[in-house]
């Protein structure tokens, strides 16, 4: 696993959750999944493709989205409301704006498409050059869930082997 593609991530959950609960947040378990994900409860799954390329889901039970949609509105939130999926899809922007902006201030290039409902029991797997990183940050609210699967892209990969070799 290329740590340098996955640790922007780590460190923007991490900030931009300790930011909007102001509070400190622990990481829990984090572990390398081999196999297919499994979703605790509301998730967003954010793809990206470029110079590298992979997805971020974020996982949270409806009772940690509710209590994190309630610190975000300033008011109670109940776990049906519609706004509890709009903020796991604007707690995934933020922490996706975070770690790409790193990973651009190193020089890569890529696309990042909107957050997009998970609603799949079982997720997407790591594959043969792929590893999937699964980490949960525990806060007051609850836990939140990260996947990040990122690898460099082959393709690019290659062209850029060739110019250092040339």
């Given at each position: 696993?290329?740590?340098?593609?996955?640790?922007?991530?780590?460190?923007?959950g991490?900030?931009?959750?300790?930011?909007t609960?102001?509070?400190?947040?622990?990481?829990?378990?984090?572990?390398?999944?081999?196999?297919?994900?499994r979703?605790k409860?509301?998730a967003?799954?954010?793809?990206i493709?470029?110079?590298?390329e992979?997805r971020v889901?974020?996982d949270?039970?409806?009772?940690?989205?509710a209590?994190i949609?309630?610190?975000?509105?300033?008011?109670?939130?109940?776990?049906?409301?519609?706004?509890v999926?709009?903020t796991?899809?604007?707690?995934s922007?933020?922490?996706?704006?975070?770690?790409v902006?790193?990973?651009?201030?190193?020089?890569?290039?890529?696309?990042?498409?909107?957050?997009e409902?998970?609603?799949?029991e079982?997720?997407?797997?790591g594959?043969?050059?792929t590893?999937?990183?699964v980490?949960?940050l525990?806060t007051?609210?609850?836990?939140v869930?990260m996947?990040?699967a990122?690898?460099?892209?082959?393709?690019?990969?290659t062209e850029?082997?060739?110019?250092?070799?040339?």
């Amino acid at each position: 696993m290329k740590m340098e593609l996955i640790q922007p991530f780590i460190n923007a959950g991490d900030a931009v959750l300790s930011e909007t609960l102001k509070c400190s947040t622990q990481i829990g378990d984090v572990n390398m999944d081999e196999e297919v994900y499994r979703r605790k409860g509301m998730a967003a799954l954010i793809t990206i493709q470029g110079d590298i390329e992979g997805r971020v889901i974020l996982d949270l039970d409806t009772k940690t989205a509710a209590a994190i949609a309630t610190a975000l509105m300033g008011s109670p939130v109940a776990e049906t409301d519609s706004a509890v999926q709009e903020t796991i899809f604007e707690l995934s922007n933020l922490i996706i704006g975070n770690a790409v902006t790193t990973l651009n201030d190193q020089g890569f290039r890529f696309k990042i498409h909107p957050p997009e409902l998970h609603t799949a029991e079982h997720g997407i797997n790591g594959s043969e050059d792929t590893e999937a990183l699964v980490m949960c940050l525990d806060t007051p609210a609850g836990s939140v869930y990260m996947n990040i699967a990122m690898r460099y892209n082959r393709r690019r990969k290659t062209e850029r082997e060739s110019v250092v070799r040339a």
